[in-house]
């Protein structure tokens, strides 16, 4: 008797799992339910997964160990804007270490990390100069010419061009994080703060109408029988660029999820944690019947993401092919190396042939498109400032890097012509990167190279569970 239940209970717990795997194996080796092209651009998800795999992932993570990219500036104490604090986490896994001045490298905390520095107060020339040699991308080798327009540049305010509520890195509050000292993983926070956050970035930011249920929204109220497909009616009967904003972010919270899924807490004896992948999380976020068909369409959305900051990357790599342009830290050898290492993975990114084609966005009437445009880029400020509500340290550390990220994709990709008329040996008004945007751009597309990594990593821990 007992024997028989015990085997009932084992296959009840595999059919999960066998169900999901099936799920897993139409992502990832595209076939049968989920096609293998994704909605609203020509790419398929087989091609994808072995870009990545092969090209992309290596090399992403060497790039993420270097110093230039392991230390970011935040300020993880700004309030949330929108509501009353609901109290921050009190896990000690929520805790973000910061990182002593005396282990940042010279070159990064010696002004480099923004352009936007005391130069833009300062009247005496020489100090304009002093200035202006502190910052990331000048050498000894620049003219006085040159170095003046680094000056203009340390002036200029490019607000205007940012997707992002960017932290002013000046206030005593921001301070340095090693990312590889802190990493991304469960930390426990969760329940009604968390999905505030989420409710608010779904329900007010992604251009839906309050009368439109979005599905698996614990906080709206009940619908009856609505079990959410009218919503994806509604949104197939959008613009390009308003379902592009909901599947961006989609995609977002697909990968945060399959981080935590990926470097959960799986047992903690005489103080010492053990972190690892939890099929069993994994099965609760994605699973098609657990989720009511949302995990496929959150995976897909995790692959379009990835395909979008794919396409910034391409495009924004004649800034850095510039001589102009380096990663500085003041350790010349190590610098050099960096760059090299980076241009290598542009020139990847360019050998990919499926691209996101973003002409087709805001292409319509010019008035039209530049107040669709501007909407789209509000939309998604307004999102950056919502990570200020995250009450998870942790957690908030990583929902701005990878928000920024983001950000700064969709900059770049609203910025070709500007890109492409850089002159050579001077910066240009018209487009430039803060240290500060390049570290969070290439750190989230390296989330989401992880993510994509993580997926293949848990398809075959379900073929171990069936």
Not at 233 to 252: A, D, M, P, Q
Not at 274 to 289: L, Q
Request: with cysteine; charged share 30%.
């Amino acid at each position: 008797m007992s024997g028989g239940s015990g085997g009932r209970n084992v296959a009840a717990r595999a059919r999960p799992a066998a169900r999901l795997l099936a799920v897993l194996g139409c992502v990832l080796t595209a076939e049968a339910q989920l096609t293998g092209v994704l909605d609203d651009c020509l790419c398929d998800i087989e091609s994808i997964d072995d870009f990545n795999t092969f090209k992309i992932f290596p090399k992403i993570q060497k790039l993420q160990e270097r110093d230039y990219f392991r230390y970011y500036k935040v300020n993880l104490k700004r309030p949330c804007p929108f509501w009353a604090d609901d109290g921050h986490c009190s896990i000690k896994d929520c805790h973000v270490e910061p990182c002593p001045e005396s282990k940042i490298p010279v070159g990064i905390k010696a002004g480099s990390s923004n352009k936007y520095s005391k130069a833009a107060n300062n009247s005496k020339e020489l100090e304009d100069c002093e200035q202006a040699n502190k910052l990331g991308a000048v050498n000894s080798t620049l003219s006085n010419q040159s170095k003046e327009a680094f000056i203009d540049w340390a002036r200029y305010d490019d607000s205007q061009d940012h997707f992002c509520e960017l932290d002013d890195e000046r206030s005593p509050d921001a301070q340095y994080v090693d990312l590889l000292l802190n990493p991304e993983r469960y930390t426990g926070y969760k329940g009604p703060s968390a999905w505030r956050v989420w409710n608010s970035i779904y329900e007010e930011n992604c251009f839906k109408p309050r009368s439109v249920y979005r599905p698996l929204n614990p906080l709206a109220p009940s619908r009856g029988g609505d079990d959410g497909e009218s919503f994806y009616t509604w949104l197939e009967g959008l613009c390009l660029e308003k379902r592009v904003f909901y599947k961006l972010i989609s995609g977002l919270h697909a990968s945060i999820n399959l981080h935590l899924c990926a470097n959960y807490l799986l047992e903690e004896t005489w103080g010492k944690p053990r972190w690892g992948p939890n099929v069993k999380e994994f099965t609760r976020r994605f699973d098609p019947t657990e989720t009511k068909g949302e995990g496929p369409r959150r995976l897909k959305n995790l692959y379009f993401l990835y395909l979008i900051e794919l396409r910034a990357l391409s495009k924004v790599a004649p800034y850095f092919e510039r001589a102009v342009v380096d990663l500085y830290t003041g350790n010349g050898h190590e610098d050099a190396e960096s760059k090299a290492l980076l241009l290598d993975i542009f020139r990847d990114t360019k050998s990919f042939h499926m691209h996101f084609d973003e002409k087709s966005m805001f292409a319509g009437d010019k008035k039209g498109a530049k107040s669709l445009k501007e909407e789209f880029r509000l939309h998604f400020k307004n999102i950056s400032r919502i990570m200020d509500c995250v009450g998870c340290d942790k957690c908030r550390l990583w929902g701005k890097l990878q928000t920024q990220g983001l950000g700064t994709a969709l900059k770049i990709l609203f910025s070709e012509k500007e890109i492409q008329s850089l002159p050579e040996n001077s910066p240009s008004k018209g487009f430039q990167l803060t240290r500060q945007e390049i570290v969070a751009l290439v750190n989230a597309f390296g989330r989401l190279s992880t993510s994509i990594k993580e997926l293949q990593n848990f398809k075959i821990l379900l073929q171990q569970t069936r």
